[in-house]
């Protein structure tokens, strides 16, 4: 079979999912089984089969896993996020849809993607300086104390969700070209072996904007996600565990310096530290989404269940603050159970290892460093929120790609998608042409 | 660099093992512990969406209820009491925020509907949402609101009504009562009132000194093991010198030898206290635990509101190798306590020729659909006495209705069998602490040649003995029954 067709009926679970998930949330609100669900059904099927035809055309070769993989869990947001709020999955369904158009463009136009590493110190720059727009007077956003967003006029958008990108292009690129004074030029010192001086710049710099994120616009999630991308990249460009363990440190100091200095991230570890402490002020959001996980149980309380609202307010406040965004995984939890919830983390290592399995096959430095450090931050993203929910790092603001409600989330994510997949397109294609056989499908 | 890509998927491999190692935490293992945390609301509010079933009196009188306020996602159902404080003991009481208590806790699972996680995924499935089970009780409206009417002319106390041949309780009230409507309001001022304590249920957790109701135990073990025959005769001076102390009858009266109807009927301490002594410890022990003291009556109680019966040092049972005063152990004394829930199975065990049944408040759950899903299935504690011992006892304890100490629980027409019981509780912190205070007790069960009906009567803090306070409360509650019966 070729890849294509794997890909075509790797599809049909997820519009099944997709239809019983929201027949089911039919079904316990006042039981009105309505066709509205098997519209919404058909339509995602549409969009999907849209996305798998142009595919089919463009990168006949790419991996037949990914998209799928990734529809899965967008259906699976949407569903969650209709029975939240029925406006808010419309207007998730819209990004969605948004979100394939630019899929489509950046795998239209980016088709020789070896022009990114020409324009590397730019998209730095600017993956740099979009970070900076959430302070700007007039259109940034406080969300939680955090700088996270922008708005204008009816558009909001989270510009950490693009940098990410950016970096790692940035830091694929200019990994690519110094890996080997990285390696060569090492020297011990003191038993440790540290990277030159002179190319121990873009580990300052990527470091300096990590704390900076921490500090100035307050987002120790992406602060933490774009680090433990830098440090994954630069694992794999030199295969020197040391440049970790030193970057870690420098990290957890960082860190560490700032946690006790400003009041905003010191509040964060205290939260999570001993939440108990302030239970019904600041440790309310991460107990009540541990509360809501323990009412989940093995096989959850099914969909339509969790959202509790707090008796005598007006309008009624809900008891699992945020759920739509960054408690979206208790929600889960408490909806699927521990079963599903585990299904759902299974999903994301499976993307996970289809996108380094891209990064073993592609042949150059640059695509390799490219697909592995947008998997790498891919995963993490998923680890450092779901991890925050689950108290094993402080719960922060970044999202749970695919899943939670948010434009620039899904977008941003089907842009690295397209990378993965133009990576792969080109990767397997040679890997075949080298063993003598062209796959059936692929342009002659 | 492949190596080091495949060592780094390892390492998101971990990353995620130890999401799911959290998750399992929080949502399996720690799950139990985080539902009862004071911080979590979340049980509370998903109870109060839950309509919980109702509690009926036996003829179907509703003694609780759930009524719903709001609609939608926001309706919320709080638990009524229509008949106020008439039911408040043994039902309890049960409200999200200030917990549940007696009936209502030990059945929440029947009354919320409590499913496994397998039947709740298929209700998710067909989109039903969860509703409570109603519980048909033995409770006879009219015999309970006799038996608290009776009470609260009497004094603080209680009584206890049991069918013998099936255990199931008929009445079960305690004075002082409360309202259970009046727990959101009141709690705290219920829970200080330290002399009425109305949140305490004197049938099952009032420990009193049995008195002379013992004697009939006493009875049973001598004649169970043999050690006396209905024929056998003690000689019963006005005085018995024991442990240094004399042991005395009333008045120093001398009854010379006498056979057990005439010393049950006359409640003579001289008598009991030699048997007491020829019987022996191990054998008035077995008697003892075989009528259910020293453990947790079989009740449809929660365990922690029913206390247990028996010799106490400080808050401590004895057992049967412990020292102890036999002779005055034999006579209802010593460091013994009894709760009225204990007498009355003594009673009903007699009653039911020397099979003691497990006493249930329960008889029937009912789902929402109105299928009967669980029926009362009567089953056996223990059989303390043989038939033969059950009726000799029975005989004797026809004469102390009759002719004896306990004329006053006569009931015209049917023969009545009956002990009664004057201990001395002075200094009882709860009457005030006076000098004269007793706590009087009644406990028989009629009709004696056909028993439908066992009870017991007992009162805090009188200055009168068992056949002047106990055993008219006894007759008033066995007459209601048995009207009732015949209707």
Partial sequence: ??????????????????????????????????????IFGAYFLAICLATHVFLRIRLPNADPYLFPLMATLTAFGLVMIYRIDESLARDQANWFVFGLILFA????????????????????????????????????????GAYLGVKIGPLAFQPAEFTKIAIV???????????????????RVLGVTLPPLKHFGPMLVVWGASMFMLVFIRDLGSSLMFFAAFLALLYVATGRFSFVVIGMAMFLVGAWFFASTVPHVHDRVEIWLHPYDEAQGNGYQILNSIFAQADGGLFGKGFGQALITIPGTHPPARLLPAAETDTIYALIVNEVGLFGAVGMILVYLLITARGFRIALLASDGFSKLLATGLTAVFAIQAFVIIGGVTRVIPLTGVTLPFI?????SIVANFVLLALLLLISDRARREAAEFAGTVPLGAPA | MNRQIVKLFGFIVVLFGILVGFTSYWSVFDAKALEEKHANKRPLFEQQQIRRGRILAADGTVIAKSVGKGRGAEKRYVRRY????????????SFAEYGDSEFEKFHNEELVGDEGEFTSILDELTGGTQEGNDIVTNIDTEAQRTALADLEEAGFGAVVAIVPQTGEVKVMASNAPYDPNRIPDDIEKLNSNEIETPLFNRATQGLYPPGSTFKVVTAAAGLESGTITPETTINAPGSLEVEGTPLQNDFNEDFGPIALDAALTNSVNTWFGQLGQQVGQDQLFETMEKFGFNATPAIDLPSDEVYDSGVYEEEHLLHRNDPVDLARLAIGQERLLASPL??????????????????????????PDGR??????????????SAQTAEELTTAMEGVVSEGTGTNAAISGVPVAGKTGTAETPGNKACGGGEEEN???????????????????????TEQFGNDVAAPIFRDVAETILNGEGE
């Fill in chain 1, 1 to 38: 079979m070729t890849a294509r067709n794997r890909e075509l009926l790797a599809l049909v679970p997820v519009a099944v999912l997709l239809t019983a998930g929201f027949a089911a949330v039919f079904a316990q609100e006042n039981a009105k089984l309505g066709n509205l669900s098997l």
């Fill in chain 1, 105 to 144: 463009l950046t795998i239209y136009f980016l088709r020789d993607y070896e022009v990114l590493e020409r324009y590397r110190y730019t998209i730095a720059v600017v993956g740099l300086l979009i970070l900076l727009a959430p302070r700007l007077p007039g259109i940034g956003q406080q969300v939680n």
């Fill in chain 1, 169 to 187: 292009v940035f830091l694929a690129s200019y990994l690519r070209e110094h890996r080997e004074v990285l390696i060569v030029g090492a020297r």
């Fill in chain 1, 404 to 408: 939670s409600y948010g434009g620039s």
């Fill in chain 2, 82 to 93: 229509p008949e106020g404080s008439l039911f408040g003991h043994p039902i309890g009481y």
């Fill in chain 2, 342 to 367: 204990q007498m009355t199975e003594v009673a009903a065990a007699i009653a039911n020729k020397g099979k003691l049944m497990k006493p249930q408040i329960w008889k029937r759950v009912i789902d």
């Fill in chain 2, 372 to 385: 009967v899903v669980e029926k009362l299935d009567p089953s056996v504690y223990s059989e303390p006495v």
């Fill in chain 2, 439 to 461: 706590q009087a007790w009644f406990m028989g069960f009629a009709p004696a040649d056909e028993p439908k009906i066992a009870i017991v009567a007992s009162v805090e803090c």
